[in-house]
């Protein structure tokens, strides 16, 4: 006997090129696609060290450089490590696969929950920190806050779900002229001896406390806000053209080296023109002004912002569906996450990434402030989590240079996980404790999927030859409500199907003229069909059913739900659905193989599925 196998998809299997270059990214794309969160954090990472300082007044602000050269260096050394870890892991899931491969899979549970929180905060806070700058320069809008969010979470969703490449390409103008604003505000405000126009510094009248490690290890902690993002492009490097390692550690090294020009050079500008923060207006609002003065360039610098904050939301969507892509080949994740459609698209993870940050939007009823303490939390325990992994995989494989590159991963693991307690202890009670909850509970649900896909396995025999299927003696049931072609069509396919055939009908308390007429209209038709009437005093569709397929004799029931497949779509209203509650009851209370038949109006059957 031949036996011809098909091979099915195995989880965790390498996938062959199915997509054509094109709906892959560019280095540029790559920037475009994964690197707005980063960018855009130049907005809001400088103001957070600001903020700190300032509670010590004029001396205080004066180490904003300092915290803000401790913070590039450690964005030197996670570009670096990430550089690495996309050389090491070209599958992608940056700090997930790091944690998996060093540290064992309940570690990497702990890594992909942070950074699942952390894509999810990153949308929100995106979102509406975009919406809150755009109300701000329009008050008129205010009112219609929340509408704004959602609007412009739906468009971002929208570009999204034609495709990274897609979206990568929308977004490469904005993303240059954000940073050629950025870096003109930098050379101008350096190369000027004075500022453009007055600056404010109302907020360093009083020192509320005095300039100490504690309050300096605020300010970086709240600083290193800025590096969110970093990750994300080692966490997609599958989505980048061939070569695709190559392509994705100069995205990361362009990354790195644009987001600590512009870091660096917004603090010393901030130090230099004596910056402090004031009500109503951002710091980098102020350090704009003093820079290019109050004309048209501070309006393209503001709007630029605004626009790429509301974009920034793009680096999740193009991190998060690849990691859970990558936690469902891993059975961590429903495997729903792991199916792509066309153009490189993994729709259901940006459709749970879309609607859980519409959920945050909607509780928060659109407002920043709410968001932000809880944001970049979770992403330091990814980076302290990768960090240390890098460093066991120098001191595993010890090639040329490990000792300062495990040196140097090993300085990063400290410094990301000072960050991360620092951060937590800071921002615990403000929300903080949220996602200390959260991540545990995560971790709880992918173990729990797991556990289940462990049963199913083991049931369904997975990595055993199983024994050669035998023939069985088959029952199919055709339940029948008239004698007309549907009960036709449905009684040649069974005759098909098994070895006995027995048409069921059901008949209702109270129906009794019209179950005798159809017994008699059944023998002057006389399909050779064995017909067998069921009587309910319940009027119960499903239940005497189900108690006559248990107790009959045959090991393997087929039950054939014939149906009619209408013309057009609207006329599925005029159907009485009894087919789909019959076939939900008997998958759910019996062994029985389902088969729903579509009868076309045009007049061929379709095959039974």
């Given at each position: ?45 400088p ?39 996309i050389a ?9 696969g ?5 540290f ?27 919406v ?5 320069a ?12 959602l ?22 103008v ?41 309050l ?22 599958p989505?980048f ?6 392509r ?80 469902a080949?891993?059975?961590?994740l429903?495997?729903?996450f ?12 940006i ?14 009823a ?12 979770g ?11 890098m ?27 000072v960050?991360?307690v620092v ?49 069985r ?12 072609r ?8 069974a ?14 308390a ?6 005798r ?7 002057c038709?006389?399909p ?18 189900v108690?006559?397929l ?48 579509r ?11």
């Amino acid at each position: 006997m031949t036996t011809v196998r098909t091979p099915l998809p195995v989880p965790g299997a390498k996938e062959l090129p199915d997509l054509p270059e094109r709906h892959r990214l560019s280095v540029v794309g790559g920037l475009a696609a994964l690197s707005l969160d980063a960018m855009a954090s130049v907005a809001y990472g400088p103001e957070a060290i600001v903020l700190v300082l300032a509670l010590a007044g004029g001396r205080g602000l004066g180490f904003t450089v300092p915290v803000t050269l401790a913070i590039a260096l450690l964005l030197a050394v996670l570009t670096f490590s990430y550089r690495q870890v996309i050389a090491v892991f070209p599958g992608g899931g940056g700090a997930y696969g790091v944690a998996k491969t060093y540290f064992g899979r309940r570690a990497s549970l702990v890594a992909a929950a942070s950074l699942l929180v952390d894509y999810v905060l990153n949308v929100a806070v995106s979102v509406a920190a975009g919406v809150a700058a755009l109300t701000s320069a329009l008050p008129a809008l205010l009112p219609y806050t929340l509408w704004l969010c959602l609007g412009v979470l739906a468009l971002v969703t929208a570009v999204n779900l034609r495709g990274i490449a897609s979206s990568a390409r929308a977004f490469i103008v904005p993303t240059a002229v954000y940073v050629g604003a950025i870096l003109l505000v930098v050379v101008a405000g350096l190369l000027r001896s004075a500022p453009a126009t007055a600056v404010e510094h109302a907020a360093q009248a009083r020192n509320i406390e005095g300039v100490g490690l504690l309050l300096l290890l605020r300010a970086f902690a709240n600083g290193c806000a800025a590096l969110t993002g970093v990750e994300a492009i080692a966490n997609a490097v599958p989505s980048f053209r061939l070569p695709r390692v190559r392509r994705a550690q100069r995205a990361e090294v362009a990354l790195g080296g644009l987001l600590g020009v512009m870091l660096v050079g917004i603090a010393a500008l901030i130090e230099k023109f004596s910056i402090a923060p004031v009500g109503g207006v951002t710091v980098l609002a102020q350090v704009t002004r003093a820079s290019l003065g109050d004309g048209p360039l501070f309006y393209v610098v503001q709007m630029s912002t605004v626009l790429l904050l509301a974009l920034a939301a793009n680096t999740s969507f193009g991190g998060l569906p690849v990691l859970a892509h990558l936690l469902a080949r891993d059975n961590n994740l429903p495997h729903l996450f792991a199916l792509q459609a066309d153009r490189q698209v993994h729709r259901y993870g940006i459709a749970f990434l879309s609607v859980t940050a519409a959920a945050l939007l909607i509780v928060s009823a659109g407002d920043m402030n709410m968001l932000v303490p809880l944001f970049a939390i979770g992403v330091f325990v990814g980076f302290s989590l990768s960090q240390a992994g890098m460093v066991r995989h120098w001191l595993a494989v010890r090639p040329a240079g490990w000792r300062w590159r495990a040196a140097l991963n090993g300085f990063g693991a400290l410094l990301t996980t000072v960050a991360a307690v620092v951060v937590m202890m800071s921002k615990f009670t403000e929300g903080g404790w949220l996602i200390a909850v959260a991540l545990p509970l995560i971790v709880i649900a992918m173990e729990w999927v797991n556990r289940s896909y462990a049963r199913i396995g083991d049931r369904l025999e997975l990595g055993r030859t199983p024994l050669p299927p035998l023939p069985r003696r088959s029952l199919v049931v055709v339940p029948v409500r008239a004698v007309n072609r549907l009960a036709c069509e449905a009684l040649g396919a069974a005759l098909s199907l098994g070895d006995r055939v027995v048409a069921v009908n059901i008949a209702q308390a109270g129906e009794e003229p019209e179950a005798r007429r159809f017994v008699d209209e059944w023998e002057c038709w006389h399909p050779d069909v064995e017909l067998v009437q069921l009587f309910d005093g319940r009027r119960r569709l499903d239940e005497p059913l189900v108690a006559y397929l248990r107790g009959v004799s045959e090991a393997h029931v087929f039950v054939l739900i014939a149906e009619i497949e209408p013309d057009h779509s609207w006329q599925r209203m005029l159907q009485n659905q009894r087919g789909a509650v019959l076939a939900r009851a008997l998958r759910r209370r019996t062994d029985a193989v389902v088969c729903r038949m579509r009868f076309r109006m045009g007049g061929a059957t379709a095959p039974a599925r």
